[in-house]
């Protein structure tokens, strides 16, 4: 047997050429992803003079934890962090558990217009935000939601639960009717078996759905800043706009927050991560 040994070179040499272009694209996203974190959290440990230097200093001179101390005990940005709490696991609660009843009924019942619902319940995903906040504030302040917690969990909702019904959907479809269908047969009514049943099974698409809830919740700031921005209802996004003034930004207060509120999504995805990474990958197919 003749070995072309052209072909095996020029096959070798494309082969780590394709390995060296996906490399460097690979570093390229990293390095643009990471660094700015690493200069915000270099930027958290700086007096706000530092932080204001030219040229500007990488690594802290004199690292302090006085930025993130500010943060954490000042009433108004503490009570705003509680906020964001209150209302990011309010949201999580009540959109996962609409999701789920409309996801199993989507995934399980067959009814009249039902693919044309589907569509518009992803649609609704679709709208801008922006398009949404004038009606929003004239609505809430006619009933007297405005500046409120509770108008506030309500309003994400719109965010939140479209996406999370197609999402729990998809999961249902993956867990075999057969099960169910056993359990009806000794007597579990529909919402026994979703409960008993489907929604056991289901723990790694909730996990996904939970985390996704808590996160557009957690980050979002055009709403809060238009419906909720007095004192009593502001959350801790819109609390860190106070260190940007018109002639000065407070550095490193600023970098604290942003620290402080990347906590939370970041511990989030290191509890779930198992369960995630087993719904994204069995969620997506179905049997």
């Known amino acids: 047997m003749k070995i072309n040994y052209h072909s095996l070179f020029t096959y070798s040499k494309w082969f780590y050429a394709e390995k060296s272009v996906i490399y460097i694209l690979l570093f390229t996203y990293l390095f643009i992803t990471i660094v700015p974190l690493v200069w915000v959290l270099s930027t958290s440990l700086k007096s706000n003079e530092e932080a204001t230097s030219i040229p500007p200093q990488f690594i802290p001179k004199n690292p302090t934890l006085e930025n993130y101390l500010f943060v954490i005990t000042e009433p108004h940005i503490a009570n705003s962090l509680f906020n964001s709490f209150l209302v990011s696991i309010g949201s999580t609660i009540i959109s996962v558990g609409i999701s789920a009843l409309g996801g199993y009924a989507f995934a399980r019942f067959q009814f009249t217009g039902k693919n044309i619902l589907l569509s518009i319940v992803l649609g609704l995903f679709m709208i801008p935000v922006l398009i ?7 609505m809430f302040s006619q009933i007297g939601l405005l500046n409120s917690i509770i108008g506030l969990i309500l309003t994400f909702q719109i965010l939140i639960i479209p996406l999370n019904i197609f999402l729990l959907k998809s999961y249902f479809e993956t867990i075999p009717k057969e099960l169910e269908e056993a359990a009806l047969i000794d007597g579990c009514s529909n919402l026994g078996v979703l409960i008993r049943i489907t929604i056991p099974l289901s723990m790694p698409g ?3 759905a939970a985390v996704l809830a808590f996160r557009f919740s957690w980050n979002e700031f055009i709403l809060p800043i238009v419906l909720a921005n007095s004192p009593d209802s502001m959350v801790f996004q819109v609390a860190l706009y106070e260190f940007v003034s ?3 930004i407070e550095w490193g207060y600023l970098t604290a927050g942003i620290n402080i509120a990347l906590v939370p999504i ?16 069995i969620g997506a197919i179905r049997q």
């Open 266 to 281: 970041l511990v989030l995805m290191l509890i779930f991560q198992k369960q995630m990474i087993q719904g994204l990958t």
């Open 206 to 208: 909730f996990a996904i």
């Open 246 to 248: 018109l002639y000065r």
């Open 132 to 138: 949404n906040i004038i009606p929003l504030y004239i």
